[in-house]
């Protein structure tokens, strides 16, 4: 396999992406404004352009100098409430910044390109929804996110490259760059004392752990060799925000007080997202390996030095 380019490479999802191709001596390049990535979560001798999406003649030369034989497309604006309090920016960086890539990749387009959007394109329903649920987002981040979708399947028609999107559902572990409910929930309770403070307990997500994560796309750019289409990336599980604080006493072996905030409570949500992996595993085999408790005790005795309370 040629170079794997991975946008977005030293954030989130990205970071732990590279760590595993590289300790599967791929040949990865990563682009990264670092405006949530940071250089030292990636391998040593990891070559990483300090890239913005929307710096169209930065980002030609950088795949110039590295013409990939593979893209892993993950650089995006992706936190909800930052995405409504800044629409144009957000529009900018996940439609424009994603049209940008493929007008520079379109001289020698690759052979894959692997698009990371989100459950976030699918209509607000109760129970397990399948890649065949027609998208019906209901924010702009969903909006935004196919869009991009629309642009990789037209790019992949084009040009012969083999699309693949996968529709990532909720994402937690370490190095977590946005205050999404788990990362806030570890992050209370490891500040000072007093109640846990969030939003509606009630709404429902299917959490998986980044590692899990990051191992489907590895299985989905790499095997088998004519995968393509569009595929969910999750646990299958449904948890309330109640849970999660009701397994983070479990593993903290104490109660964990709660009060709702309701400036926390978006006005607009879903009361359940969850995937219905089973096109992901029936393809690639994967299933997640790391349970809710696992990352959660994981993530609560992690403190970095700040003792938990």
């Avoid at 209901?138 to 996968?166: H, N, P, Q």
């Avoid at 992050?187 to 994560?213: F, H, I, K, M, S």
């Avoid at 095997?223 to 903290?252: M, Y």
């Avoid at 595993?281 to 390996?289: L, V």
Wanted: proline share 7%.
């Amino acid at each position: 396999m040629r170079r794997i380019v991975v946008t977005g490479g030293a954030g989130f999802i990205g970071s732990h992406l590279v760590e595993r191709l590289a300790a599967a001596g791929k040949d990865v390049v990563v682009l990264d404004d670092l405006s949530r990535g940071r250089r030292e979560w990636l391998p040593p001798g990891t070559k990483l352009y300090e890239v913005d999406l929307r710096d169209g003649p930065a980002l030609r030369q950088a795949l110039a100098e590295n013409p990939p034989g593979t893209v892993v497309h993950l650089a995006a604006m992706h936190y909800i409430p930052s995405v409504e309090n800044a629409p144009t920016l957000a529009s900018e960086i996940n439609v424009s910044g994603t049209r940008m890539l493929l007008d520079a990749l379109a001289p020698d387009p690759p052979k894959v390109f692997v698009f990371a959007s989100t459950a976030a394109v699918y209509p607000d329903r109760a129970g397990p929804i399948a890649e065949s649920c027609a998208p019906a987002p209901i924010d702009l981040y969903g909006r935004t996110k196919l869009e991009g979708e629309r642009l990789i399947d037209k790019f992949a028609v084009e040009t012969g490259t083999r699309g693949i999107v996968a529709r990532i559902f909720n994402v937690i572990g370490t190095r977590e760059t946005n205050p999404h409910v788990v990362a806030e929930v570890v992050e209370q309770l490891r500040g000072q004392a007093g109640p846990v403070r969030l939003g509606n307990l009630q709404t429902r997500r299917d959490y998986t752990d980044v590692r899990d994560v990051a191992a489907a796309l590895h299985h989905l750019l790499t095997e088998p060799p004519d995968t393509a289409g569009t595929f969910n990336i999750g646990s299958e599980q449904s948890t309330s925000v109640a849970d999660l604080v009701r397994t983070a006493e479990a593993v903290l072996g104490r109660p964990v007080e709660v009060e709702v905030e309701h400036r926390r409570v978006r006005a607009q949500d879903r009361a359940e997202l969850v995937a219905d992996a089973t096109l992901l595993r029936k393809t690639t085999g994967w299933r997640p390996t790391r349970s809710l408790r696992e990352t959660l005790a994981e993530l609560l005795t992690a403190a970095e030095g700040q003792p938990l309370r």
